[in-house]
């Protein structure tokens, strides 16, 4: 039997809304900001679908990291700065949900909410991951972008 968990984080990066957006809308730059991606690979997709196949390297006891292919549609909302996400992966396990970006003057609050959906034996494996990858994701984010900006506000990107 299957259980869905939603949970969320947001964060405040020293970027625009519009950087932001177009960092989340690019499949490639998931690579360095999801901790466990090691491959992504752009597949076609219509109706403004960005789809893509990855690798994960999924740590388990510790030391051995094992190879899970994923499935992952992204639908970029450009009037609404939101992007949204769908991800599918071995054993059933799925993740839904959306980043969306907050203009705040030259910054942006970003907030990711995720719903993830698997067996409940598998529960207490995959949503301590799935948190940790979040968190991660938005603080390599927020180092990102604000590495990409000098002081005087030009993009050294």
Not at 1 to 19: H, T
Not at 94 to 99: K, M, N, S, T
Request: hydrophobic share 50%; charged share 25%.
């Amino acid at each position: 039997m299957s259980r869905c968990v939603r949970f969320e984080r947001e964060i405040a990066i020293a970027a625009p809304a519009d950087r932001v957006f177009a960092e989340l809308s690019e499949p490639t730059r998931f690579l360095g900001l999801q901790p466990l991606l090691a491959s992504v690979e752009e597949l076609p997709a219509v109706n403004g679908v960005r789809a893509f196949a990855a690798v994960e390297r999924v740590r388990v006891l510790g030391a051995i990291a094992l190879p899970s292919r994923l499935r992952v549609e992204l639908r970029p909302r450009t009037g609404e700065h939101r992007v949204e996400f769908a991800t599918r992966a071995p054993l059933g396990i799925a993740l839904a949900g959306a980043f969306t970006i907050e203009p705040r003057g030259d910054a942006s609050i970003v907030r990711e909410d995720v719903a993830l959906t698997c067996s409940r034996w598998l529960l207490g494996f995959v949503l301590p991951q799935a948190i940790r990858a979040q968190e991660a994701l938005l603080a390599n984010l927020k180092d990102r972008l604000e590495s990409a900006v000098d002081p005087a506000g030009e993009s050294r990107a």
